[in-house]
């Protein structure tokens, strides 16, 4: 079941959108990143969640994660 905390997110990269659904798009989308291996605790983080607590928590420092790192996402529509 989807946690109703995580909203789906539309990246902007590489001249398209890439709207992120659930934490195992997400963690895809770091991973394909050149800056992936600095992301690597944060992927920790995110894989490891396995509760809805947890998984509202993970979303959360990646949405932080990524208005720190000024990448172009938003609330998708």
């Known amino acids: 079941m989807q946690n109703p ?3 789906p997110l539309q990246v902007h990269t590489a001249g398209s959108a890439i709207v992120l659904h659930s934490i195992p798009d997400a963690v ?3 991973r394909a990143q050149t800056f992936a291996e ?4 944060l992927i920790d983080v995110m894989e490891a969640a396995d509760e ?3 998984e509202r928590r993970a ?4 949405e932080t994660f990524t208005a720190s790192m000024r990448m172009p ?5």
């Open 28 to 30: 895809d989308f770091l």
């Open 52 to 54: 809805p607590e947890m």
């Open 73 to 77: 996402v938003r609330l998708a529509v």
């Open 5 to 7: 905390h995580i909203r």
């Open 38 to 41: 600095h992301a690597e605790p």
């Open 59 to 62: 979303w959360q420092a990646f």
